[in-house]
């Protein structure tokens, strides 16, 4: 976010120093000429800048909300102490999951579409799941999922 400012900064800078330099090489008749043109010049600038600055926040959010999504899916999923705990999630396309829960010691395979939850099959041996601590794919993946453990103890 700061190297946008800055480049958005030392643009206008640069078309303000352009500008002077354009109106202080001209003479006073050919720069009362000018002037509207240039003017209409600046503002189609200006509105080309803002349009592109714009669509560059835009497309910041989209990537870091992929980015996000990414980190979620690959962190492992950590039993919890309730009754009730999500083992396992699988994404079957972007908006229908296969989810492995556990209540009590029964697990259940659940298919979660956006407008239903269906129970699809009652494991009768419960499925053993460990996720190894060097799983994760990246560094950054590990170091938050540690930063995550730490967080979830300190909470009383």
Known sequence: MRLLIILMLASCRAWADEVAVAASNSTPKVAAAHSGMLESSQVSGQLLQLVFGLLLVIALIFLLAWVVRRI?????VTGSPQVISLLASQALGPRDR????QVGKEQILLGLTPGTIVPLHVLQEPVD???PEGNLSSAFAQRLAKVLKTTTKDKP
């Not at 979620?72 to 492992?76: A, G, I, N, R, V």
């Open 129 to 131: 799941i460990r996720v």
């Open 98 to 101: 296969l989810l492995l829960v």
């Open 72 to 76: 979620q899916q690959s962190l492992p």
